[in-house]
């Protein structure tokens, strides 16, 4: 698995790397809440993300980051285990490398400066799929990496939990919950 600019799906990303025994693929979404994060509108922004992106590249990276107009997507593995579900430090300071990124774009002039939100998801089989909005951050607003890692970590285990609304129902599924701890974002 590489860390490099494809376009992915959630299928693609799994007969890329086979899940292994145990674990399941996710995921994480930083996306603008109004218009566009994407390279055209954020040159500043994801200049800075292509660094962090090949500073990680020598290390065998545990995600796929995928382009896309609203913005970037990690597609990661999750370990089901007893004790819960972690992702990566990588992982993590990959979303905030990214929400930093944003931030410095919006000073150097780049536009919108909507908020962020960070959003988790589980596709099942065919277009079923249940996702969390987990946090929504202010383009001036810091990037806490301990906030971030224990929203994310705790909104994967409850869609995890509802994999086994995934497997009964061909409806979409969507649940939204705006968690919001930011004064700029209430």
Do not use: W
């Not at 810091?142 to 409850?158: F, K, M, Y």
């Not at 994999?163 to 409806?171: F, P, Y």
């Amino acid at each position: 698995m590489v860390a490099i600019r494809i376009p992915c799906s959630d299928a693609a990303f799994e007969l890329a790397r086979a899940p292994r025994e145990g674990e399941v693929s996710v995921s994480i979404k930083v996306r603008v809440t109004s218009g566009c994060f994407h390279r055209e509108h954020s040159p500043h922004a994801y200049a800075l993300i292509d660094k962090q992106l090949v500073s990680r590249a020598s290390r065998r990276p545990d995600f796929t980051f995928v382009e896309h107009e609203s913005g970037p997507e990690l597609l990661v593995y999750v370990a089901l285990a007893t004790a819960g579900i972690t992702l990566t430090a990588s992982v993590i300071d990959l979303v905030v490398a990214i929400i930093q990124a944003r931030s410095e774009g919006i000073e150097n002039g780049e536009r919108p400066s909507d908020p962020l939100e960070i959003v988790v998801r589980r596709v099942g089989e065919g277009d079923k799929f249940v996702e969390e909005t987990v946090l929504r951050v202010g383009h001036a607003d810091p990037a806490n990496a301990g906030e971030i890692e224990a929203r994310t970590n705790a909104a994967l285990q409850r869609l995890l939990q509802d994999m086994g609304g995934l497997a009964g129902s061909r409806a979409k599924q969507r649940r939204t919950r705006h968690s919001h701890s930011r004064k700029a974002t209430r």
